[in-house]
């Protein structure tokens, strides 16, 4: 099983794959941006867009990385990931489906005050202009299809401890 953790940039989706991954017996976390990371080291470049999930060679290269490692390792996958575009969710979850591996999505949720707060005083990876960027685009996608396409889980006034718990006990649960 793979339990998708979605969400905009800066929301809390690696610190709670973590939180996650310890309460699943046989779990392990894969990051699908290392995906992206190894793209953008080809040289020469494939060409920056500014998003390297633009580039059509990520969603199937996650895809069968997914599979790859359950086939290897077994167990359950938890990919902490942003995804906003319909299109380039329907394209992964369907070719998840296609081997056979079923898919928990969760998206993290925060109201956009609390979340450009978030951003602004990380002590980690600080301001970042970046993941203020797609404060807009998650709103957007979160109104139209993206809620609607997963089990929405609102961090505003969570701990990442307590958001791992509902997501565990949930995907524990059934």
Do not use: C
Request: glycine share 8%; aromatic share 8%.
């Amino acid at each position: 099983m793979i339990v998708w953790l979605n969400g905009t940039h800066g929301v809390g989706k690696t610190t709670t794959a973590r939180l996650v991954q310890e309460r699943l017996p046989g779990s392990r976390v894969l990051d699908a941006e290392k995906v992206g990371e190894t793209l953008m080291d080809v040289s020469p470049s494939l060409g920056w867009t500014g998003n390297f999930q633009d580039w059509d060679p990520w969603r199937p290269l996650v895809v069968e990385t997914a599979r790859r490692v359950l086939e290897y390792a077994g167990g359950t996958l938890v990919m902490p990931m942003t995804v906003l575009v319909e299109a380039y969710w329907r394209e992964i979850a369907a070719g998840l489906a296609e081997h056979g591996a079923p898919v928990r999505h969760f998206v993290l949720h925060t109201d956009p005050e609390t979340l450009r707060h978030r951003i602004l005083h990380d002590e980690v990876v600080g301001p970042s202009t970046f993941r203020l960027a797609y404060v807009d685009r998650y709103a957007e996608a979160a109104a139209g299809w993206l809620h609607a396409e997963a089990e929405v889980v609102d961090t505003t006034s969570a701990p990442a401890a307590e958001v791992a718990d509902r997501i565990a006990a949930s995907v524990l649960g059934g």
